[in-house]
């Protein structure tokens, strides 16, 4: 027969300055790795949203990155007459290219102002991407005009409706405010091709083409054919391919996130075991008292196991309650790709808050086993007769 | 006084396990809060080698993936203050298989001559120097990187790239020694400008510079800025060691990452060790009483527990700095392949100090409340307290 979970409930509340400080220190072990999760999914969010499965982009072979790769309008025309690409309402071919560069923009806490990817597209690059423009308008190629990502809008103050930018060969104007859902798009200010890259001097060079293929088998066949194309020399990939490529930049703080969180969690188990054993000690003659109720030593065992896993998910659930605050910080993150930060959200949701969880509990069987061993051994007259 | 000092080390011994459990979580705790420490004085407040004081890197102002024009360097010469200068640009490339770690290392492009006097602390045989100058296709390694990729002299090393749209083929012409170029090899600029295309000849992504003094090398610094502060591009230059600083800020706030952390791991010692001092106060209580009745003042008293805290603080602190010490090398062996500085990662005796001052710190915080509610209890309650 089991001991009912309301002792194990109310011995932790009979203790509760012990309780609490035991939890607390669980549960800030738990944050860090909740908060290092929750860093790492935001950008993966970011990342994940940003990629079509049907777009492809292409690079120079070699280069890696936008940045790096040149693309030249002579190359671009052999890129547009290839088949699969699907075709827009005026019967032309989906492809845009595009020149990317980066730009500086001041930033509040950074004195050395942080670094945003500047991208030339034209109208058909626009209205391939599924971008809203929700305040403002979008720019005109008539004019030395640009629209900026909701989350430079946020984290700017240089960067606001109605300012003008500084770069390239003179001031640009923010004429509005895009807004590409979790996209890193959102990241990103976007000026028209032809005016944008005759300011940088690159009209003979571009950056990379990206084209949106019929479907998903097309994307594939695109892909070979364009890698393997001599003219061109030229690697294609999927876009979604590409950003998700990037959720890398994140590694080392992940890596450093999770040899902390080992470190953490051995100490809070040490420490979850003086707190347990103490309850074991404390309890002894009530130990000795369930066993001649009849209780057996498995069900006392279970008990005081059961105690501790009660003890760390109070821990985990603090932990969880403690970095949903995460969840409306903005923060950002560079990347060795695009030489430029990317600004997202935490993103702490029920899967990451899961691990959390499981990871609180793990805690508490590492602490509690012991202890628990040890009560469930003792004997019952000595059990009773210890003070 | 001394012999409170044994009645305080003897009540560590009098619950055993208690005590090695706190320990062990101490030890743990700051055995990471140590690592962590010594990252964070290795990446920002690291000591400059002599040579590296007399180095300045001069880059595009806006970020180190944007080019600069070549003819910079014969504008930077004439600034005065200025001894030697070279490109530096930074290859990237591919050695066989990148997906190996070990075959991810620095390439450069440099001047050899020029480079040979910038790189002050630098060693390597007379005709090994003579052969980098003259021989265009001649690259030197640094002796750690033909360690462990074992390269000879004479050994044919394959570079493709992917910046730049080129291959090279090099021959090791030399094995150098110098304590701030590890894990690098340096080849001939020219031999790599003859293969680019024309449009990409005359450029450079950094630029190298001795000054005459390390007093000089603010004001070299400013002077270079200011002489292109309003042409296209406009320039920044840094000592090699905020170069390198730069570089890892693109990775995010590491700063307070770290500061964050360390802050976490702090306040759970502080729960942890305090939980479990005010648990070995309250079983002693009654103990209290006694002393009290003997003649104890509540100041010994207080400071008998605060001892004894310290005590266990102490040796956690000790048994942690051991640890951190061998796993700093640990860390260093990973974390060098991600962040320079992290190579030969040691516990520096600031480090020691600034950790055992924090053990100290924890041990007296977390026992004064205990300490003092049972210094202060009345005699009659606490021989009345039942536990």
Request: hydrophobic share 50%; with cysteine.
């Amino acid at each position: 027969m089991a001991i009912p979970i309301s002792y194990n409930v109310r011995n932790l509340i009979v203790r509760k300055t012990t309780t609490i400080m035991t939890a607390i220190g669980i549960a800030m072990t738990v944050a860090v790795l909740l908060a290092v999760l929750g860093l790492v999914s935001g950008l993966r969010t970011a990342f994940a949203a940003t990629g079509d499965p049907l777009h492809v982009l292409i690079l120079r072979k070699g280069g890696n990155a936008e940045l790096t790769s040149i693309m030249t309008p002579a190359n671009f025309q052999i890129i547009k007459s290839f088949p699969g690409i699907a075709t827009g309402p005026d019967g032309q071919p989906m492809a845009s290219m595009e020149m990317v560069t980066v730009i500086n923009l001041p930033a509040t806490d950074n004195p050395e102002g942080s670094n945003i990817t500047l991208r030339a597209i034209s109208q058909r690059g626009m209205a391939m991407r599924k971008v809203k423009v929700t305040e403002g308008r979008l720019f005109t190629g008539a004019a030395r005009e640009v629209v900026i990502g909701k989350n430079i809008a946020k984290r700017y103050p240089a960067a606001q409706l109605g300012k003008s930018l500084r770069f390239g060969k003179g001031y640009w104007k923010i004429v509005g405010v895009m807004d590409a859902g979790d996209s890193a798009v959102n990241s990103e200010i976007w000026g028209d091709a032809a005016q944008v890259a005759g300011d940088f001097n690159r009209s003979e060079a571009y950056s990379s083409a990206l084209v949106q293929a019929t479907d998903e088998v097309t994307a594939a066949a695109l892909i070979k054919s364009f890698s393997a194309d001599r003219r061109l020399n030229v690697d294609a990939m999927s876009e979604s391919d590409y950003y998700t490529a990037q959720t890398g930049s994140a590694n080392p703080v992940q890596f450093l996130g999770f040899f902390v969180c080992i470190i953490m969690a051995i100490g809070s188990a040490f420490a979850a075991m003086n707190t347990m054993y103490a309850a074991v000690a404390r309890r002894a003659k009530e130990v000795g008292t369930l066993r001649v109720l009849g209780f057996t030593k498995g069900s006392i065992l279970f008990s005081f196991f059961l105690e501790s896993m009660l003890l760390s998910l109070i821990g985990g659930i603090l932990a969880c309650v403690l970095v949903l605050p995460l969840n409306s910080i903005t923060t950002s993150m560079g990347s060795f790709t695009t030489f430029s930060e990317t600004t997202f959200n935490f993103h702490v949701g029920p899967d990451v808050m899961a691990v959390g969880i499981v990871f609180s509990l793990i805690l508490g069987a590492l602490g509690g086993f012991l202890p628990a061993r040890q009560a469930a051994k003792k004997e019952i007259l000595t059990a009773l007769r210890e003070v | 006084m001394f012999r409170y000092f044994s009645l305080a080390f003897r009540n560590t011994l009098r619950n055993r396990r208690r005590s090695a459990l706190t320990i062990s979580s101490m030890a743990v705790s700051l055995c990471l809060l140590g690592v962590l420490i010594a990252i964070y004085h290795a990446m920002f407040y690291a000591d400059q080698t002599p040579g590296s004081a007399l180095r300045l890197v001069v880059r595009h102002k806006v970020s180190i993936a944007l080019v600069m024009p070549d003819a910079y360097i014969e504008k930077i010469r004439t600034v005065p203050g200025v001894k030697e200068i070279s490109p530096w640009n930074w290859f990237g490339g591919t050695y066989k298989d990148s997906r190996e770690t070990k075959n991810l290392f620095a390439r450069f492009g440099v001047d050899p001559k020029p480079f040979l006097t910038i790189r002050t602390q630098l060693e390597m045989p007379n005709d090994q120097r003579a052969a980098f100058i003259h021989d265009q296709t001649g690259c030197v390694v640094s002796d750690d990187l033909a360690k462990k990729l074992n390269f000879k002299v004479g050994d044919r090393i394959h570079l493709v790239g992917d910046i730049y749209p080129v291959t090279l083929d090099l021959k090791v012409v030399g094995i150098f020694k110098d304590p701030d170029a590890k894990g690098s090899l340096f080849f001939n600029m020219k031999y790599l400008r003859e293969a680019l295309p024309k449009s990409r000849q005359a450029l450079d992504s950094t630029i190298a510079v001795l000054v005459d003094s390390p007093e000089d090398a603010p004001r070299v610094a400013k002077a270079i800025d200011d002489m292109f502060a309003e042409s296209n591009p406009p320039t920044k230059t840094e000592s090699e060691q905020e170069f390198v600083l730069s570089f890892l800020s693109l990775l995010g706030n590491v700063k307070l990452f770290l500061l964050s952390i360390c802050a976490a791991v702090t306040f759970t010692i502080l729960l942890v060790s305090g939980n479990t001092i005010a648990m070995s106060v309250r079983e002693r209580i009654r103990e209290v009483g006694v002393l009290k009745t003997l003649g104890f003042t509540n100041d010994l008293i207080l400071g008998m527990i605060i001892l004894e805290a310290l005590t266990i603080a102490l040796i956690g602190a000790v048994i942690g700095l051991v640890l951190a010490s061998v796993l700093a090398v640990g860390v260093g062996k990973v974390g060098e392949n991600v962040v320079g500085q992290l190579h030969n990662l040691s516990l520096t005796p600031i480090t020691t100090v600034l950790c055992l001052v924090i053990a100290l710190m924890i041990g007296l915080i977390s026992s004064f409340i205990p300490a003092w509610n049972a210094a202060r209890t009345n005699i009659l309650d606490s021989l009345r307290y039942s536990g």
